[in-house]
């Protein structure tokens, strides 16, 4: 692949126009045939969504995936840091923190939620003494940010969440530190991540990676 064309990749608008026929038939013959039905409910999700306010529809995508299973990269993967596609993480009904943001993140951009007001936030959960990551929306560049999180599956300001401390944050675009409860200091793009750019690279139904374990 070309420099440019990389580039391009890179930069281009996270949203693509999924075919729900080929994108059940793809996960149903990877994962089972509980996998098209799981795509299947994800499509109807997306599709009946669209007209919603925005904060119904964070509401509807973060109670449709924090109905999957928790399992570790080690686990399902035989990987210790995998992040997976959404379409991976639905089509093995199941992941760690970061494909449920991920996951997250990725629906709301089909339902229109403008990237900018999007960010996935690694932070520090102090009840698990483990780094943890969720997905902040933030209603105005200002705004306090709404927090979707598979621990706590009610959505809550990020104020209402002391149990969690940010350390990084990123979109499709930027990557910001933390230092406070703030919206962080501009740290460069998001490509500097690399587990973020090879996620970028393998969306959709055409490199669906095999589990280790069978999640159906």
């Known amino acids: 692949m070309t420099s440019a064309l990389l580039v391009s990749c890179l930069y281009a608008a996270p949203t693509q126009e999924l075919n729900q026929q080929k994108t059940v038939s793809a996960l149903s013959k990877r994962y089972g045939d509980r996998a098209g ?15 919603l306010a925005e904060i119904d529809k964070l ?3 973060n109670q449709f995936f924090n109905l999957f299973r928790f399992i570790d990269d080690q686990t399902l993967w035989g990987d210790s840091n995998y992040w997976a596609s959404p379409m991976e993480f639905i089509g093995v009904n199941g992941g760690d923190c970061e494909d449920f ?14 990237e900018d007001k999007l960010r996935i936030t690694m932070v520090k959960a102090t009840s698990l003494n483990q780094y943890h990551m969720v997905l902040a ?11 979707l999180d598979n621990l706590d599956k009610t959505i809550k300001l990020a104020t209402k969440r002391k149990d969690l401390l ?5 979109n499709g675009k930027q ?12 740290a460069g793009s998001s490509s500097r991540l690399e587990k973020w ?9 055409d490199r669906l990676r095999q589990p280790k374990l ?3």
């Not at 990557?175 to 501009?186: A, T």
């Not at 750019?197 to 139904?205: A, E, H, Q, S, Y």
């Open 137 to 147: 929306y933030y209603e105005k560049p200002n705004s306090i940010p709404l927090v």
């Open 214 to 216: 069978n999640m159906e």
């Open 166 to 170: 940010p350390v990084y944050s990123f």
């Open 197 to 205: 750019t090879d996620l970028k690279l393998r969306l959709g139904v």
């Open 101 to 114: 943001s991920i996951a997250k993140y990725f629906t709301l951009l089909q339902l229109g939620i403008p």
């Open 37 to 51: 039905l799981r795509a299947n409910a994800w499509f109807k999700i997306v599709n009946d969504s669209q007209q």
């Open 59 to 61: 509401e509807k995508v």
């Open 175 to 186: 990557l910001w530190l933390n230092k406070e409860r703030g919206r962080g200091v501009l």
